[in-house]
Each structure stands twice: as structure tokens, then as C-alpha cells.
């Protein structure tokens, strides 16, 4: 066990976490950080209740720490806290937001929760707003339930012995967990979850025979994946011009308001990736010229699409379009992509998947299914690209696995 002096202290403004590690010399600290595959530690975390009364949480272990600059493959919260902290979102704020790279350059795969003192109402409440945040793509993996402390899947897992599960229930979902971790020996979920958008674009430059490098991407839309999808495609050669959002209007479920955030997440990403970023309203961006243009709004106007000057649209999100957006898209020869074909598969798998509580397997067969479809769609070379597009059905999928 590492000493108890080695700890990570939250400092009075929750907007950093730093090591302590002043008082060990060189030996000492590669010791330290060589212990248990790299590191284990606790963490004194000091929690802001809804009175204001200051409380150190203590008990929050971190597995294989990796580096100096806050890059952790675990994290492991065993909160012994009372569930106002959870009310008043002192401790989400702390650990989902601050850690997961928004505002600190930190990074998880996986969350473990065991809220043993906590009761049945208080677990559900819990519950309730991690599946909110999985539903809003803070988080996005899945929540397992499971008797195993010891368990070390990289997956969010909220450990508890009663959530209105039946024995049968739990020993299907332990039996799959374990099924689970061999799976994940053989596919990259990540890259998986990432790949259908990519996967679109690039079977689009193949069908239209052109490079990657020659195509710039304008990505426009509210919430943090615009900027991580940009780093994906940025990290595969594609040219990002921007990411254009309308700021100041929009507040997350958690009371956080959009704007510090993005302020927060981009004083890290811009400077890193050299992406340019502009505040501007989402219906008056005349001058914003791209060759791929993806949005993560839900909404389309006629206004909006006369106004934009881009070749092709693809859809972060299912929009809405009508006859008229239709028809102003055929007259400036703008081609769609439409959610089927891109990451609104998983967030349609987000929303009737995981509500359902359906396994990861499941959520991986179906997209191998849309990944074969996709292929079919674009064998016939030389077609309208809008033409070879068809519609999946997910219900349909789902009904042929079952």
C-alpha cells in the first residue's frame, strides 16, 4: 500500500487535483510510481455540502497512474459521503467534470462505484443521474451492476447488492461481465464507438475519389464531442477549419453553463491542436467555407441551409428535415449523409439500448450489422451517393438477434 502522506488533495477551487509528491526524492517517487502496476492511492477529496460545511472524503483509490500529467486507466470511487454531497453535485462536479479532461488535462476508462452505505433510494438517485450523464455523452460506456468488489473491467460500474434485481437478472449480467472481459481481448470498443462517423467520411472520399488531406471539416453543434470528434479526424489527416457553436445560451443538465466549459475544455485544445474556434451565432456563418460540414444540432432551418457553404452534410444527430430544406439542398448541391450512417447509430443505442439495460455484446453485434450494411451501400461505385443510402432499422436488428 503506498504510504498514506502520497495523496491527491483537491485544492479550494475544485479545478485541479495536484500530487504530492514534494517530499520524496527521485528514487522515492519512482518507487512510489511503480508500485501496483505503476500506482495505488488514496485520495482525501474535500466535498462542499449544500450548508457549507467543508468534509474530507477519504477513500477514493486510483489504480495505474501513468504518468505525472494526470492520465489514469482507472478510477475507483468508493464514496463514503453523505448523499447530499451527490444533491448538490459537489462530488460530480469534482470527479466527472474536472477529471475527465474538462477542465483538467485528465483522462479515465473506467469509473467503479461501491455506495455500500448508501440506502436502496439513495443507490437509485445515483443511478438516475449517471444514466443521465451516459444519455448526455458525458460518459460514454456502460454501467454494469455486479457483487465483485475486485472486479477491474474497463467499463462504469456501480457496485451494489440490491438495485431491484432479481437473482437470475444478476447472475446473467455477472456471467456476461465476465463474457465481456474477453471480448473486449479481441475488439477496441473505443475505436468502435468512434468509428461509424469516420467510417462514413472516409467511404465518401472513397466513392468520390478524393483525399482526406484536400477535404477541410467544419464540425457545429453544442456539447463536448464536436471537440473530441475534431481530435479523431484531426488524428486521421483530416484538415479541421473549425468548430463553431453558439455559445452563452445553453446550460447542461448539471447546472454548469456551457460557456465556462467549452472556455475550460479549449484553453487546453486549442493550443495543443491549433484549431480554430469562433463564437458565432449557428444561423449566420455566410463565410464559414467547408467541404464537410458535421452537426451535432437537431434542428434544421431553411434560413440556416441557405446560408451555408459546404459540399456535403453529415449528421452528428437525426435531424429534421422538410420538403423545402430538402429542396434548397438539391438547388446548392449539397449531398447528406444522414444519421443512419453515422454517430446517431450510437446514440440511438444510447437511448433503447442502454435504458433497457442490454448488454455491450448486443450493442457490438448490431453495429457489426450497420458496418455491413454500410459496406453494401457504398459497393456500387459512381452512383448519387444519396441514392445507395438506405435506412436501418434498429428494432429490425434487434428482432434478428433475439
Known amino acids: 500500500m503506498v504510504d498514506e502522506k502520497v495523496v491527491y488533495q483537491k485544492n479550494e477551487s ?16 519512482e518507487t512510489l510510481l511503480n508500485l501496483y502496476n505503476f500506482k495505488e492511492i488514496f485520495v482525501n477529496i474535500p466535498l462542499k455540502s449544500s450548508d457549507g460545511e467543508i468534509k474530507n472524503v477519504t477513500g477514493v483509490k486510483v489504480d495505474n497512474f501513468l504518468s505525472y500529467n494526470n492520465t489514469f486507466s482507472n478510477l475507483r470511487i468508493h464514496p463514503y459521503f453523505d448523499i447530499n454531497y451527490f444533491r448538490d453535485f459537489a462530488f460530480l462536479n469534482t470527479i466527472t467534470f474536472s477529471l475527465f479532461g474538462i477542465p483538467v488535462n485528465g483522462s479515465f476508462s473506467s469509473i467503479l462505484m461501491d455506495p455500500f452505505d448508501l440506502s436502496t433510494d439513495e443507490k437509485e438517485e445515483i443511478f438516475k443521474m449517471f444514466s443521465s450523464l451516459l444519455k448526455n455523452e458525458i460518459l460514454e460506456k456502460d454501467i454494469f451492476f455486479s457483487t465483485d468488489i475486485n472486479s477491474n473491467y474497463n467499463d462504469i460500474k456501480i457496485f451494489t447488492d440490491s438495485f431491484h434485481l432479481d437473482e437470475f437478472d444478476r447472475k446473467k449480467i455477472i456471467s456476461f461481465i ?14 468502435l464507438n468512434e468509428y461509424s462517423i469516420f467510417y462514413s467520411i472516409l467511404k465518401y472520399c472513397e466513392l468520390k475519389k478524393k483525399s482526406v488531406d484536400d477535404l477541410s471539416v467544419v464540425i457545429y453543434g453544442f456539447g463536448e464531442k464536436p471537440y473530441f470528434l475534431s481530435k479523431i479526424l484531426k488524428r486521421e489527416g483530416f484538415n479541421i477549419v473549425g468548430i463553431l457553436t453558439h455559445l452563452g445560451s445553453f446550460y447542461d443538465p448539471y447546472g454548469i453553463q456551457i460557456d465556462e466549459f467549452y472556455k475550460n475544455y479549449l484553453s487546453n485544445f486549442s493550443s495543443r491542436e491549433e484549431t480554430r474556434y469562433k463564437k458565432i451565432d449557428l ?26 457553404n459546404t459540399s456535403l452534410i453529415v449528421e452528428g444527430r437525426k435531424m429534421l428535415f422538410g420538403e423545402m430544406e430538402s429542396e434548397i439542398m438539391k438547388e446548392k ?32 453485434m448490431i453495429q457489426k450489422e450497420i458496418y455491413k450494411k454500410m459496406d453494401e451501400i457504398f459497393k456500387a461505385d459512381g452512383e448519387d451517393v444519396r441514392t445507395k443510402i438506405i435506412k436501418i432499422s434498429f428494432k429490425n436488428i434487434l428482432e434478428n438477434l433475439s
Not at 475544485?14 to 517517487?29: A, P, R
Not at 465476465?178 to 475505436?191: S, V
Not at 446514440?347 to 455491450?360: G, V
Open 14 to 29: 475544485f479545478g485541479k487535483i495536484d500530487l504530492l509528491l514534494e517530499n520524496y526524492n527521485e528514487k522515492e517517487k
Open 178 to 191: 465476465d463474457y465481456y472481459n474477453d471480448l473486449k481481448k479481441d475488439i477496441d470498443i473505443d475505436k
Open 283 to 308: 444561423y449566420t456563418f455566410e463565410n464559414v467555407r467547408s467541404d464537410i460540414s458535421i452537426f451535432y444540432i437537431d434542428i434544421f432551418k431553411k434560413d440556416f441551409l441557405k446560408n451555408i
Open 333 to 364: 448541391g449539397i449531398e447528406l449523409l444522414p444519421s443512419e450512417l453515422t454517430c446517431s447509430g450510437e446514440i440511438i443505442l444510447y437511448d433503447e439500448l442502454r435504458k433497457n439495460r442490454i448488454p455491450k455484446k448486443i450493442e457490438i
